[in-house]
């Protein structure tokens, strides 16, 4: 079983539909929840960031964390077709030797595609 | 956000050869990574590279055939030694920002294609 599951898609949504994505998680040390968001050919770009339960929200994206169900969401509200990539869940905590905040563990990412 | 630099963005290999692939950030970082991406795969941590101590590598990445500097606080070299048609591949580097902040930052990625 991988330390992180994220539902690979692919997923095709209408312009301006709500977009949920989600991973679950094994490993109780992890502590920081990253979404990132990877263009095709491009490096993964950090949209969202959360250390504690709860939910954070950034203009159309909020972030979800459920500590207790290991299991990470992110919404995308009024979708647009410049929203269309793959989105990476990773995620970091504490190990033998410290926190590392960059030591990331990814799921498989998910393809979405925002047709108009 | 750090910037971050990496040379070559892409490069066609041969098999048997070495690349070396350097990374440069825009402000001093304490903690630096390097991830392997496979063709249709998520990412694959395969080191740490700290200034100063030798590099950490992943479970299944060795040194000999991976071999990473890190001289300062802003670059850092990742080589792909003897490469066979298996290390076809997008090589990114990551910074972890420190100073309390726990966001990790990654570059655009070297895309490899050994041949």
């Known amino acids: 079983q991988k330390e992180v599951e994220q539902d690979p898609g692919p997923l095709s949504v209408p312009e301006g539909a709500i977009v949920s994505l989600n991973c679950t998680y094994s490993?109780?040390?992890?502590?920081?929840f990253m979404w990132y968001r990877q263009y095709s050919r491009k490096g993964p770009e950090l949209l969202m960031y959360?250390?504690?339960?709860g939910n954070k929200e950034d203009g159309r994206f909020t972030a979800q964390v459920d500590k207790s169900s290991k299991y990470i969401s992110l919404f995308i509200r009024d979708s647009q077709p410049s929203d269309s990539a793959t989105y990476l869940c990773a995620m970091s905590g504490s190990s033998a030797g410290g926190t590392s905040y960059g030591k990331l563990t990814f799921g498989q990412g998910t393809i979405l595609t925002v047709h108009p | 956000s750090a910037v971050i630099s990496q040379k070559p963005s892409r490069d066609i290999c041969q098999r048997g050869t070495s690349l070396t692939i350097q990374c440069q950030v825009d402000s001093q970082v304490t903690m630096m990574f390097w991830y392997r991406q496979q063709p249709g795969q998520s990412l694959t941590l395969i080191a740490t590279?700290?200034?100063?101590?030798?590099?950490?590598?992943e479970s299944g990445f060795v040194i000999d055939k991976f071999p990473i500097s890190r001289p300062n606080l802003t670059f850092s070299t990742l080589t792909v030694s003897n490469m066979s048609p298996e290390d076809s591949s997008i090589y990114l580097c990551?910074?972890?920002?420190?100073?309390?902040?726990?966001?990790?930052?990654f570059g655009q990625g070297t895309r490899l294609t050994v041949v």
């Open positions: 990551s910074v972890e920002v420190g100073g309390g902040r726990t966001e990790a930052f």
């Open positions: 590279a700290n200034q100063g101590s030798e590099a950490t590598y």
């Open positions: 959360t250390y504690s339960s």
């Open positions: 490993n109780s040390a992890f502590q920081y």
